[in-house]
């Protein structure tokens, strides 16, 4: 069994404008990002592990220095808190950690990338450029679509004979349903490219992210994604350590980054990839 774990950044809100009480008009975020992460059942613990290690070790000096002893489910991270002070100041466990510490929280989350055998799976969908009647709903089930194409193409070329389990943020509960009876759609018809479902199974699993370090760990991938992307700054130092964990294919052009699918063809980001991706296989390779 692999097991998938996926967040997202940005909002599901396919409106790039909004308009003020005055009448006047204001940019709203145009870029949604969704992540996930894949590695076999058997290596779980190998990422898990020295996660909640680094947890327990921080909850410790919190605990000496202030007299308080957070649970596990209050020591969640998520890439907005960990940028933005503001933010993290509102939660215990962060606005408690010197910036050392939460250094060196941060890097105990992404050295396991370095160090396991993960597969990373994106989707950006560029929201000015989807068509006007594209709801939120509609827009969160099509980068799922998406999503889960790049995964069973990877189950099936590199782990035949294995299933996969997708485990997702607990969104809301007509979130979850609406997504729930997409994917069984996808399962039984195929998807709108015609591909079925061998390797994934039945349907995803929803949990709070505070509960999940595969999930909060998505979260931080979808955001450097989300943030190359928003920027077109391929050369962001957090993208570029995620991308030797990417997907390529043996069965497509040696340039191309399978892992990585840009929303709706008609967006400019594609063709900006595309020529940047040349160079980044190029880097990774060597040649």
Same mark, same amino acid.
């Given at each position: 069994m692999?097991?998938?774990y ?8 396919? $409106? ?14 145009? %870029? ?27 909850i ?11 649970? %596990?489910?209050? +020591? ?7 940028? #933005?002070? @503001? ?6 466990? %962060? ?14 989350? !992404? ?15 560029? @929201? &000015? ?12 089930? @099509? ?9 069973? %193409? *990877?189950? &099936? ?15 809301? @509960? ?5 997504l ?8 039984? +018809?195929g998807?709108? +490219? ?5 390797? #994934?199974i039945?349907?995803?699993?929803? =949990? &709070? ?11 931080? +991938?979808? !955001? ?32 191309? #980054?399978?892992?990585? $699918? =840009? ?9 900006? *990839? ?6 980044i ?7």
């Amino acid at each position: 069994m692999y097991l998938f774990y996926v967040d997202e950044s940005g909002t599901l809100d396919p $409106k790039v404008t909004g308009v003020k009480k005055d009448g006047a008009t204001f940019d709203k975020e145009w %870029l949604y990002s969704l992540t996930a992460f894949g590695l076999f059942e058997h290596k779980w613990r190998h990422f898990y592990n020295p996660i909640i290690g680094k947890k327990r070790e921080l909850i410790d000096r919190i605990a000496q220095r202030t007299g308080n002893r957070l649970e %596990l489910s209050e +020591c969640e991270i998520k890439s907005a808190w960990v940028r #933005i002070p @503001k933010r993290r100041a509102e939660h215990a466990f %962060l606005a408690h950690l010197s910036p050392e510490e939460l250094t060196e929280l941060v890097e105990t989350y !992404y050295s396991t990338i370095d160090r396991l055998p993960v597969r990373l799976f994106s989707v950006v969908v560029d @929201k &000015r450029h989807l068509r006007d009647h594209m709801d939120r709903n509609q827009l969160h089930r @099509k980068a799922w679509e998406l999503l889960c194409e790049r995964i069973e %193409l *990877f189950m &099936r070329e590199f782990h035949p004979k294995h299933k996969a389990l997708l485990v997702a943020d607990d969104v809301s @509960k007509q979130d979850n349903i609406a997504l729930t009876m997409k994917h069984a759609y996808f399962l039984e +018809c195929g998807t709108s +490219c015609g591909l079925p479902f061998k390797s #994934i199974i039945e349907t995803p699993f929803f =949990v &709070r992210s505070e509960l999940s370090e595969g999930v909060q760990l998505a979260d931080l +991938c979808s !955001y450097n994604v989300y943030r190359a992307f928003r920027e077109e700054d391929f050369d962001y130092p957090h993208f570029r350590r995620l991308l030797p964990k990417m997907y390529f294919s043996n069965n497509t052009h040696m340039n191309k #980054i399978d892992g990585i $699918k =840009v929303f709706p063809d008609e967006s400019p980001l594609v063709e900006i *990839f595309n020529k940047k991706s040349a160079l980044i296989t190029r880097a990774l390779s060597g040649r």
